[in-house]
């Protein structure tokens, strides 16, 4: 979010319900912001272009033209574009929305994801289903969570070539994040990237080794490019899950009881 939209925002009591004209040019700077990088970017040849989590604010009634804009873009650049957005709503914080929607070079949208783990007691909006959506693709299969989601292993254990995980972090907690979430991409076997707009974005391979990073608060260029390979691989985890973390638990549980059991034994 650029320092004019923070401003304009801070203007103002409610996002949601707060006159257009104080709030949609600043709004709008960013968006085009984004349209113009993204431009830019599939101009010099990227193929899959991704913004990050909430990369676009904006109030209910404007959402179709942010969306319309990003979807003519994605169609006059060939390119696949995935674009975050935060919908305020009217109704109140619960009916806001936190999405992402991969758009192909048609301009279709492939799908519209709703994150499934808000972060407790600071994102109040109703929490997606956590079906992570998958779509085929030139480049591989491409699947899609949003930051927090990733935190939880069962919810990424998806059948994907590359994984997109656009994220909103703050300076502290970042690095730390990403990092994380790199594991994803071993446990997994596909490329994760992960964009994050004020933290640390890097592009991972199925080994988990760093195809490309930047850090928000040490660049002033907020671009990642990154090559990643298009084709997964299948891992055990991919196969057996948390299996063999339960039959660990399983086996100390019953030697504990066993030793346990041997002491209560009479001499």
């Known amino acids: 979010m650029t320092d004019a939209q923070r401003a304009a925002f801070d203007r103002v009591p409610d996002i949601a319900t707060a006159p257009a004209a104080r709030v949609e040019p600043a709004m709008t700077a960013v968006e085009n912001d984004l349209l113009a990088a993204t431009r830019s970017e599939a101009a010099a040849g990227a193929k899959i272009v991704i913004w990050p989590e909430e ?26 574009l995935e674009i975050g957005i935060r919908v305020y709503s009217p109704a109140g914080p619960t009916h806001d929305k936190d999405e992402a929607l991969l758009i192909d070079p048609h301009g ?19 929490p997606g ?18 930051c927090y989601d990733a935190d939880f292993p069962a919810m990424t254990r998806t059948r994907a070539d590359i ?45 988990g080794h760093v195809l490309a990073s930047t850090d928000y608060f040490t660049t002033g260029r907020q671009i ?44």
Request: hydrophobic share 40%; glycine share 8%; net charge neutral.
């Open 108 to 126: 279709k949208v492939l799908w519209t994801y709703r994150k499934a783990h808000p972060i407790p007691g600071s994102e109040q909006f109703t």
């Open 224 to 267: 990642m490019v990154a090559y990643v390979p298009t084709h997964g691989v299948t891992t055990v985890y991919d196969r057996i899950g948390d299996t063999f973390a339960w039959l660990c638990l399983a086996c100390l549980l019953a030697l504990t009881a066993t030793a346990v059991a041997g002491r209560g034994r009479p001499s």
């Open 55 to 80: 990369a676009v604010r904006t109030q209910e009634s404007h959402a179709p033209v942010a969306v319309a804009a990003a979807r003519d873009e994605a169609r006059r650049s060939g390119i696949y």
């Open 163 to 207: 994984m997109l995980v656009p994220s909103h972090d703050w300076k502290e907690y970042g690095s730390a994040h990403t990092e994380k979430a790199g594991l994803r991409a071993v446990e997994g076997g596909y490329s994760l990237i992960r964009q994050d707009a004020e933290g640390v974005s890097t592009a991972y391979d199925d080994e």
């Open 129 to 146: 289903d956590g079906r992570v959506p998958v779509a085929d693709t030139p480049y591989g299969r491409i699947a899609n969570v949003i």
